[in-house]
């Protein structure tokens, strides 16, 4: 077990209940300012554009992020993936808080990010440092606890939202940084919590990166969004009907890009989701 996690797991076990820890004031302050910038940002939602949390994204969407393409202009979650988005936002900023009255000592908290990527400047920010090494926070249910984040191998394997090129942009987008600590991740289902670190994993990065950069180009040579193929196909489901892909289905340009099906089919289609 990771040294900082095990610090944390003994600190809830020798202090949680026992009526003796003192508070630090301004790890508490922090925490609740995080939770409230939260909540606010819950209602307010968010100007989409290509920012390092969205290496992901294929060509197409790129097109409608670099021309901000106007629609709906919010993401199409589900009432309970937002719900479940919200209590993984929050439960990030308390476990930072304990972490911190456990001793450890994370720095540059939610420290802005800058980094141009093919002359497209992106912006965003981090989770935290520690020891002068990018991390990022992640929470999770329990099978890909168990399964996608098992190993830095099986992450490599199962990474469909890019997760290791979003450290490697993090790590490059910042000046403390001398490279990338992992992630701290966390089970939603079971309360437990690991480390998977990024050490082995260089050339994934670097590979991401590098396909980042030929998507860019791509969505630039196109004049329009039509001219880039769908980022993901439909399909034809059990009963016949033709569907979206899930990702398809809760992107802010479904609209744009799908004008005919109506919502009902995507609601049917949308699935959970979890930072
Ligand atoms: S709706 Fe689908 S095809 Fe259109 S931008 Fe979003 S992910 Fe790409």
Redesign the pocket.
Known sequence: MSKHIKQLKQFVYDNAGNNQHEINEEHLQDCLSSIEHVLRSFFKGRKHSLSPSGTS??P??IW?LLNKTQGENRDQFKPTSRIKMLVSSVAEFLIVFLMKEAGVKLHNEQSKIKIKIRNHEMTGSNDYGLNNLMYDFKCTNDEDYRTKWRSASTLAEKDYFSYIGQLGLYDRGVEWSNGCGGWDVYNLNTGDIKHISAKKLDYVMDREIEHLEDKIDEAKKADN?YDLP???PTFVNKQGEEQ??W??AR????D???PDFKKSKRDLNQVSYIK
Not at 251 to 254: P, T
């Open positions: 994204a294929e197409r969407k409608h969004w769908p980022c993901y979206l892909d990702r398809c992107c802010a340009f479904v744009t890009c799908f």
